[in-house]
């Protein structure tokens, strides 16, 4: 089974900055062709989709994070990123980037490619 690795949690204090990194170690599975996404789930919580990104670099971002968080991609390191800016501590769960090539991108159900997620903690 393909397993797509984060990277970049952390602890940080209000309204500073992370960057998470999506990748995969399977060098076979080739990321660039799917839709990316980030999801994040907080204890108690249901998982919750934060944004994604197409294969062709469309993005899309729930409203809790837009204009704070931004997806982008880099084709050449095979690698998707979550910029996250102004963080709140609403912010803090654990974030997990996950891979699609059906149109079901909102919800985690549509996704058959995960990573073990990565801790980010945000200091009020």
């Known amino acids: 089974q393909v397993q797509l690795v984060e990277s970049g949690g952390g602890l940080v204090q209000t309204g500073g900055s992370l960057r998470l990194s999506c990748a995969t170690s399977e060098r076979t599975f080739d990321i660039n062709i799917y839709t990316v996404g980030w999801f994040r789930q907080a204890p108690g919580k249901e998982r919750e989709f934060v944004g994604a990104i197409t294969y062709s670099g469309h993005t899309y971002h729930t409203d809790s994070v837009k204009a704070r968080f931004t997806i982008s991609r880099d084709n050449a390191k095979n690698t998707v990123y979550l910029q996250m800016n102004i963080l709140k501590p609403e912010d803090t769960a654990v974030y997990y980037c996950?891979?699609?090539?059906?149109?079901?991108?909102?919800?985690?159900?549509?996704?058959?490619?995960w990573g073990q997620g990565t801790q980010v903690t945000v200091s009020s």
């Open positions: 996950a891979a699609t090539r059906n149109g079901r991108w909102l919800t985690p159900e549509g996704y058959g490619y």
